[in-house]
C-alpha cells in the first residue's frame, strides 16, 4: 500500500484525492466526530496588535512559537480563518438586563438598526486538532459503501468513547487557554456553523443541543456543491446558486518576511479591497484554511535528513551525467539542511508543515473574477504567490471543511515555526469591555463592536475614571456625552458639569427616550440652586455653608465675620426652611454695625444673576436633585480665577464664580458619598476639565472623586483638550481605566498623551497621535475617530458613532446648533425616604413647564405660539414606571401636556401619580424636520439563533448589493477600599475652619437635599 501511494503522489494523484467526503458522526463542545477521525475544536481570541510595539510583537510571537512546540507538536492541526456578521439582534440580546430607565429598549433597538444598517464583519478564528483516528481508511470505505447501499448508519458513538473524547478536549483546552491565542472549547452550535456555512453559504440554522447527532447533522451537510475548473458553484435548497467560490493556494513564498509588516500574510485577510464599477474600494471577504503540523525535533530531524539524502543523490546523479557539473540548487540544498539540522539541535529551532488556501465568495461570477484578481495583486506586493487551483477546486474544497482531511500535500511548504507564526492569523485589533454598551466600532485590522461601561469600574473592583483628550471640535464631548446616556439608561444619577454651556443637547436625547433629565442654567432665574444649606445634609452644611459665605467676602471683612456668619448659620439651621439668604437677612437685622456691614456686602454680592444663585432667595426651584437620571449643570461665562493669584486678589465677580462652582462641586461629593446611596451607580461628567483643573478647588474635586470612587460607586467621566495638566495631577492618572484619544498638535501635548496611552513617544506615534481626526483626502476632519486605551491597558483605534441622524442633530455642540429642549423645567425641592426608589415603584413625572429663548418662567407657563418655540419637556424624578404608566416622550413631532406647577413647599412624602392625559398635537419646527433620519434603517440581517452570524456577501441569492462600508460614521462631517475620609476632604476643599469641631444637630434631624 506504501509503494502505491508513493507511485500515485509522484504522478500528482494521491489516495487521499479519491476519498470521499467526511461523514460527520457526532458534534459536542469542542468536539467533531467523523466516521475516521475525531477532531477537538477551539475559538482563538484576538489579540491586540495592531498599534503595539515591535518589542512587544516579538515577545507574543516567540511564546506563540513556543506553546505550539510543546502543545502542537506533530499532531495534525487545521487553522480556519471565517468571518460572520455582527447583528443587531444579537446586541439587544447582549444588552438584555443592562438598562432600566426610561425608553430604553427603543434606544438599544436604535443602536440594533445602526449595527444593522452598517452590516459589519466580524473574524472567527478557529482551530482544530487531531484526537485519533476511529478506523482504518480502507475498513472505513467499505463500511460506508455498505452502510450507504443498505441505506443504514453503521457508525456510532458510545458513550465510552465520548467521554474519553471529553476529557482529552478537556485538557487541551487547559492547555491552549493559557497561551497567547487565550484559546478556549467551540461551542457546538459553532462548529455546526463552520460545517453549514461551507455546505450552503447562506442562513442555516445550527441546532441547538449540547449533542449534535442523525439528522440534525444531515441537514447541515444536506448542501449540493458543483465543482469547475477554477470555482464551484453551490446551490441552496432550492436548487438556486447561492455563491460561486474559488479556493486559492498560496504556492510560492519569498525566502524572508518581515514581520511586523508583509509577513503578516493571515492577519491581513482584512485589508483585501476591490474596485467596483463606481471607482470606489469595496472590501473583499477572504477566508483562510491551512492544514497545518509542528513538527518536533525528532521529526524535523528526520525530515531535514531525508531531503539532505535526497539533495546528495541528485547531485551524485547530476555529475555522473553530466560530466560531473552540479547545479547549484541541489548543493545550496545541501548546505541549508546541514545548517537547519544545527539550528534544530543547538538552538531549538522549530518547523511547521502547512498547507494555505483561501477562499473568495461572490453573488455572481463577474464579482468573483474581481475579487479573486484582488487577492492574488495583494499578495504579489507582498512577494506572495496565489493561484486558482486548476481543476483542484473540488479536494481543495474539501480540505477546507472541519473533519476532512489534507488531500492535496504537493501544494505545501515547510517553513520555520516564526515564519508560519508570523503570520499574525490571532493577531488585529481587540478592546474595550466584554459585555455593556456599545459605544463605536473598530477601524483596525479586524473590525468589530467596541463596548464601553463608564460605570463599570465599580462593579469589577477596579478604578472608575474614563479620560477624553484632544482638540476642540474632534468629538470628544460627543463621545464623553454618549457615555453618559448610556448610564443613564441603564439608571445611574448622571450629573454633567457644563463650563462651556453646549451640551443641553444630551438633556434633548434623554427627554426624547423618556429619561429623567433637566438643563439648569446657573443665572437669576435658578435663585438658592447651588446653596450648600439647601444642597447638602445639614451636618455639612453647618459646615460648609459659612466657608462657601466667606468665599464671597471682600478680604478686609473675613476676619471679622468668621464668627458671626458661622453663629448667623446655626441659628438659621434650626428654621423650617433654612437657606444662606436667612443666614445674610439675619446678619443685617444684627445690632452689631460690624455684622450689619457683612450682610449689607453679602446682600449686594448675591443680588447680581450669579450670586443669587449661590446665596439669594430661594425661588423653590432647585435642580440640583439626587434622583437617577442626566442632569446637566450650565455654567457658561462662568469667571474663575487664575491658578497663580492668591484668594486676597480675586476681583468680586472671581469670588461669586468660586462660590458658585464651590457648591456645585459639593452638590456632587456630598451626593456620591451619602451612605444611602452607596449601593447605586453615580457618573459624574465633567467637560472640558482644564477649565476646572486651574483651581485648587476643581483639582481637589476631581483628586477626591477618582480616589474614593470605587469606594462610593462614582465614576468620573472627564473631557480635555490639555493632557499635559492631567499629568500633573497624579492621583488622578493613576485612577483612569479609559482613555480615549483625539488629535493634538503640538509636541509636549502629543508626547504628554502617548504617556498617558502607554505607548513610545516615537516619530511613528507622534504622527498617529496628529493625524488621528484626519480624513483619507487629508483635507477634511474624520470627527469620532479616536485611540482608545481600555482598562486592560489594550490600545487600538476606535471610531466613536452615534447610532442615528436624529441623535446626532440633537446632540450637536458646534456654536450654530439649537435644540428644541434648550432647557428643562427645574425639580421642586423634596424631601424622601429614599431617594432612589425600588424598582417595583411607580414613577411621579415632575412638573414640566414651557421653555422659550432658554428663560423658565415658573409662575406662569405659556404654550408655544408658533413653529419655532420650543418644546416642553417632562421632568421625571425617580425610577421609571411600568410600561402601562411610564411618561413617555414623542418622536412624532407631538409635545407632551404640560403638567400643572407644584407648589414650591417641599412635601413630606412624594407619591406617585401617573398621568395619562393625551398628548396635544403641535406643528412641526424645522429643527425636528431636521432631526429626523435621512434614510429609512434597512431591514434586519437574519440571525442563526444567536451564533456566528451569516458572513459577508452570503445573504439570499437574489440581493446582489455590494455590502455597505462599516467605517462610514454618523456624525458631523459626512465625507479607596475604605469610607470617604471626611477630614481629608473637609481639609482639602474647605481649609478657613476646623474640622474637628462638632456641630450642634438641630432638634428636628432634618436633612435638607434638593
Known amino acids: 500500500m506504501k509503494i502505491a501511494d508513493k507511485l500515485l503522489n509522484l504522478v500528482g494523484v494521491g489516495r487521499e484525492r479519491g476519498l470521499p467526503p467526511p461523514r460527520l458522526v457526532a ?67 447582549s444588552v438584555a438586563g443592562h438598562y432600566r430607565l426610561g425608553d430604553h429598549e427603543a434606544w438599544a433597538q436604535t443602536r440594533a438598526d445602526r449595527i444593522d444598517e452598517m452590516r459589519m464583519p466580524e473574524r472567527y478564528v478557529a482551530l482544530g486538532v487531531h484526537l485519533s483516528d476511529r478506523d482504518p481508511r480502507a475498513t472505513a470505505q467499505v463500511r460506508g459503501s455498505i452502510s450507504d447501499a443498505l441505506g443504514t448508519t453503521s457508525w456510532r458513538v458510545s458513550a465510552r468513547e465520548l467521554a474519553h473524547l471529553d476529557e482529552r478536549v478537556r485538557k487541551l483546552a487547559r492547555q491552549l487557554g493559557s497561551t497567547v491565542w487565550r484559546a478556549h472549547t467551540a461551542p457546538a452550535e459553532v462548529i455546526s456553523w463552520l460545517i453549514s456555512r461551507e455546505m450552503h453559504r447562506g442562513a442555516v440554522a445550527a441546532p441547538r443541543r449540547g449533542l449534535i447527532t442523525g439528522a440534525s447533522l444531515a441537514r447541515l451537510t444536506s448542501g449540493r456543491v458543483v465543482p469547475y475548473t477554477d470555482h464551484l458553484r453551490i446551490y441552496d435548497t432550492r436548487g438556486q446558486i447561492a455563491a460561486y467560490t474559488t479556493v486559492l493556494a498560496m504556492t510560492d513564498f519569498p525566502e524572508e518576511l518581515e514581520t511586523p509588516g508583509a509577513g503578516e500574510w493571515l492577519r491581513t485577510l482584512s485589508e483585501i479591497k476591490a474596485i467596483d464599477d463606481d471607482g470606489d474600494e469595496i472590501d473583499v471577504t477572504v477566508e483562510a484554511s491551512v492544514r497545518f503540523r509542528v513538527l518536533t525535533k525528532k521529526t524535523a530531524r528526520h525530515l531535514v535528513d531525508e531531503t539532505r539524502k535526497s539533495a546528495k543523490e541528485q547531485r551524485r546523479s547530476a555529475a555522473k551525467g553530466t560530466a560531473e557539473e552540479t547545479a547549484d540548487e541541489i548543493v545550496e540544498t545541501e548546505r541549508v539542511m546541514r545548517e537547519v539540522k544545527r539550528d534544530i539541535n543547538r538552538s531549538g529551532l522549530t518547523l511547521v508543515e502547512d498547507h494555505p488556501r483561501l477562499l473568495v465568495s461572490a453573488d455572481t461570477r463577474e464579482d468573483l473574477e474581481a475579487y479573486v484578481d484582488a487577492v492574488i495583486a495583494h499578495y504579489a506586493d507582498r512577494g506572495i504567490t496565489v493561484a486558482a487551483g486548476a481543476d483542484e477546486q473540488r479536494d481543495l474544497w474539501l480540505e477546507s471543511l472541519p473533519g476532512d482531511q489534507l488531500r492535496v500535500p504537493d501544494l505545501g511548504h515547510v517553513r520555520e515555526s516564526t515564519a508560519f507564526f508570523g503570520s499574525w492569523f490571532w493577531g488585529g485589533a481587540s478592546i474595550g469591555d466584554a459585555t455593556g454598551p456599545a459605544i463605536g466600532y473598530l477601524t483596525g485590522s479586524t473590525p468589530g463592536l467596541v463596548r464601553f461601561d463608564a460605570a463599570a469600574g465599580s462593579a469589577l473592583g477596579d478604578a472608575t475614571t474614563t479620560l477624553f483628550l484632544g482638540r476642540s471640535g474632534r468629538g470628544k464631548t460627543t463621545a464623553a456625552m454618549l457615555g453618559g446616556l448610556d448610564s443613564a439608561f441603564a439608571g445611574a444619577w448622571v450629573p454633567l458639569l457644563d463650563l462651556k454651556g453646549d451640551a443641553a443637547g444630551v438633556s434633548a436625547v434623554a427627554a426624547e427616550y423618556g429619561v429623567p433629565t433637566a438643563v439648569i442654567e446657573i443665572t437669576a432665574q435658578f435663585s438658592g440652586a447651588a446653596d450648600l444649606l439647601r444642597v447638602l445634609p445639614v451636618d455639612d452644611a453647618l459646615l460648609q455653608a459659612p466657608s462657601q459665605l466667606m468665599l464671597l467676602l471682600p478680604p478686609h471683612l473675613r476676619g471679622a465675620a468668621e464668627a458671626p456668619v458661622m453663629a448667623a448659620t446655626r441659628a438659621e439651621i434650626q428654621s423650617p426652611d433654612p437657606s444662606s439668604w436667612g443666614v445674610i437677612q439675619r446678619l443685617c437685622a444684627s445690632d452689631s454695625e460690624t455684622v450689619r456691614t457683612v450682610g449689607f456686602a453679602l446682600r449686594d454680592l448675591v443680588e447680581t444673576g450669579l450670586g443669587s444663585v449661590v446665596a439669594g432667595p430661594p425661588s423653590g426651584l432647585s435642580s440640583l436633585t439626587t434622583n437617577p437620571g442626566l442632569w446637566v449643570v450650565q455654567m457658561p461665562g462662568l469667571t474663575l480665577p487664575s491658578p497663580e493669584s492668591a484668594p486676597e486678589s480675586w476681583s468680586p465677580i472671581e469670588r461669586v464664580g468660586m462660590a458658585c462652582l464651590r457648591g456645585c462641586l459639593a452638590w456632587m461629593v456630598r451626593t456620591t458619598g451619602r451612605r444611602e446611596f452607596r449601593g447605586r451607580s453615580k457618573v459624574v461628567i465633567v467637560p472640558e476639565v482644564h477649565l476646572l483643573t486651574k483651581t485648587p478647588d476643581g483639582a481637589s474635586f476631581l483628586d477626591y472623586i477618582a480616589r474614593v470612587g470605587r469606594a462610593l460607586g462614582a465614576s468620573l467621566v472627564l473631557d480635555t483638550q490639555d493632557p499635559a495638566s492631567i499629568l500633573k495631577l497624579p492621583g488622578l492618572v493613576e485612577q ?73 442633530a440633537l446632540l450637536r455642540t458646534t456654536p450654530e446648533s439649537e435644540h428644541t429642549t434648550a432647557a428643562a423645567p427645574a425639580i421642586p425641592a423634596y424631601e424622601p425616604e429614599d431617594p432612589f426608589a425600588d424598582d417595583e415603584e411607580f414613577l411621579e413625572p415632575a412638573p414640566a413647564a414651557q421653555l422659550q429663548d432658554r428663560v423658565i418662567s415658573p409662575a406662569q407657563p405659556s404654550a408655544p405660539t408658533g413653529p419655532a418655540a420650543a418644546a416642553p419637556v417632562q421632568v421625571n424624578q425617580a425610577l421609571p414606571t411600568p410600561p402601562a404608566a411610564a411618561a413617555t416622550y414623542p418622536t412624532n413631532g407631538k409635545a407632551p401636556q404640560p403638567a400643572e406647577p407644584h407648589s414650591t413647599e417641599p412635601p413630606r412624602q412624594p407619591a406617585p401619580t401617573p398621568s395619562a392625559t393625551p398628548e396635544p398635537a403641535v406643528e412641526e419646527t424645522p429643527q425636528q424636520a431636521s432631526a429626523q433620519p435621512s434614510q429609512p434603517v434597512p431591514p434586519a440581517v437574519a440571525q442563526q439563533n444567536g451564533h456566528p452570524p451569516i458572513p459577508n456577501g452570503q445573504d439570499a441569492p437574489e440581493d446582489h448589493r455590494h455590502a455597505l462600508r462599516h467605517d462610514s460614521p454618523i456624525g458631523p462631517d459626512e465625507v479607596y477600599d475604605q469610607e470617604a475620609d471626611e477630614a481629608a476632604y473637609n481639609e482639602a476643599m474647605y481649609p478657613a475652619y476646623d474640622t474637628t469641631e462638632e456641630p450642634t444637630k438641630p432638634s428636628s434631624g432634618k436633612e435638607h437635599v434638593a
Not at 52 to 66: F, I, M, R
Not at 760 to 774: H, K
Request: hydrophobic letters at 45%; aromatic letters at 6%.
Open 27 to 93: 458534534i459536542a463542545d469542542g468536539l467533531l466526530v467523523t466516521e475516521r477521525s475525531a477532531e477537538a475544536w477551539f475559538l482563538i481570541s484576538v489579540a491586540n496588535t495592531d498599534l503595539a510595539t515591535e518589542a512587544e510583537q516579538d515577545a507574543a510571537l516567540d511564546a506563540a512559537v513556543s506553546a505550539a512546540a510543546t502543545i502542537l507538536g506533530d499532531r495534525l492541526s487545521h487553522l480556519k480563518v471565517v468571518w460572520g456578521r455582527s447583528t443587531g439582534q444579537d446586541y439587544i440580546d
Open 736 to 808: 483612569i481605566t479609559t482613555l480615549f484619544a483625539f488629535s493634538l498638535r503640538s509636541r509636549e501635548q502629543v508626547d504628554s498623551l502617548l504617556e498617558l496611552l502607554g505607548r513610545p513617544q516615537t516619530a511613528p506615534y507622534q504622527t498617529l497621535v496628529r493625524g488621528i481626526n484626519t480624513a483619507a483626502n487629508g483635507k477634511s476632519i474624520r470627527h469620532g475617530h479616536c485611540i482608545m486605551r481600555d482598562r486592560w491597558d489594550e490600545v487600538a483605534t476606535v471610531q466613536i458613532d452615534i447610532p442615528s441622524q436624529q441623535v446626532a
